[in-house]
């Protein structure tokens, strides 16, 4: 069946960085739009970023752009999210999403909590 995992969170003190990973199974990865998510805590989910199947970024949410990369390895049936430069703001939980042409299938997200 389709799975996305999420990997990589953490705690990390503010200005540093993290690498966030989604492993996909289950269908034709390469053949579909891949997105990024967020909630923080009290607050509704953030799209934060999205890459079309060709591995071309298309989306970057104006609180992250310059800080945030996302890439994709159609090979290895991953996603990442680079992320730089993070701030207490960025603390959420995490999703990796599939998207377009099909209806939209979420992992079960990782925590990023950054903090001092």
């Known amino acids: 069946q389709v799975q996305l995992v999420e990997s990589g969170g953490g705690l990390v003190q503010p200005g540093g960085s993290l690498r966030l990973s989604c492993a996909a199974s289950g269908f034709t990865f390469s053949m579909y739009v891949m997105s990024w998510y967020r909630q923080a805590l009290g607050k509704h989910r953030e799209l934060v970023a999205s890459i079309n199947s060709a591995g071309t970024p298309t989306y970057s949410a104006d609180s992250v752009k310059g800080r945030f990369t996302v890439s994709r390895d159609n090979g290895k049936n991953m996603m990442y999210l680079q992320m730089n430069s993070l701030k207490p703001e960025d603390t959420a939980v995490y999703y990796c999403?599939?998207?377009?042409?099909?209806?939209?299938?979420w992992g079960q997200g990782t925590q990023v909590t950054v903090s001092s």
């Open positions: 999403v599939r998207k377009w042409p099909a209806s939209d299938v």
